[in-house]
């Protein structure tokens, strides 16, 4: 009985901590100096390892820009992504090039949003997590902290 009780405890407490994605605690700086030098250093467990490994392959035309660092930190960088990646399963297929905006789980959390919003002059784009969550640079992202005011719930 203590056990079961234990049990649905924890799955009650898990939407509560949906919208928390910190940086893990050995997040290189190199992550957040190269990759935070131009978006949101985002939490690795946005895209499933694959998907990492793809983006962390082709940084040399990352999304219409050369991102291309250091083959020596390109591989740490690589390393803890895959180590700190999503399950594939849960984020969802990223598509091709893999987009944190194309999965699954982004999808299903941002269906609401009228279209209009992805290219308003205050979002610009799927990937500016930080037009609209105020908190993403440390890893909240949650749908009472939204900058916007049409778009709170």
């Not at 939407?15 to 250093?41: N, V």
């Not at 091709?96 to 610009?124: G, Y």
């Not at 784009?125 to 049409?150: K, L, P, V, Y």
Request: charged share 20%; net charge positive.
């Amino acid at each position: 009985m203590k056990a079961i009780f234990s049990l649905l405890t924890m799955l009650l407490a898990l939407p509560a901590h949906a919208d928390r994605l910190p940086l893990p605690a050995d997040t290189p700086p190199a992550y957040r100096a190269e990759c935070g030098s131009c978006h949101l250093a985002y939490p690795p467990v946005l895209l499933g390892a694959y998907d990492w490994r793809q983006l962390m392959d082709k940084l040399d035309s990352h999304f219409g820009s050369d991102a291309a660092v250091n083959p020596e930190i390109g591989e740490k960088l690589t390393a803890f992504l895959v180590a700190n990646a999503g399950n594939a399963n849960r984020t969802g297929a990223a598509g091709n090039p893999p987009r944190i905006s194309q999965t699954t789980h982004f999808l299903k959390e941002h269906r609401k949003i009228p279209a209009r919003f992805w290219t308003d002059t205050r979002v610009r784009s799927a990937a500016n997590c930080e037009a609209c969550h105020t908190n993403a640079a440390s890893g909240r992202f949650s749908e009472h902290d939204i900058a916007i005011a049409e778009l709170r719930r």
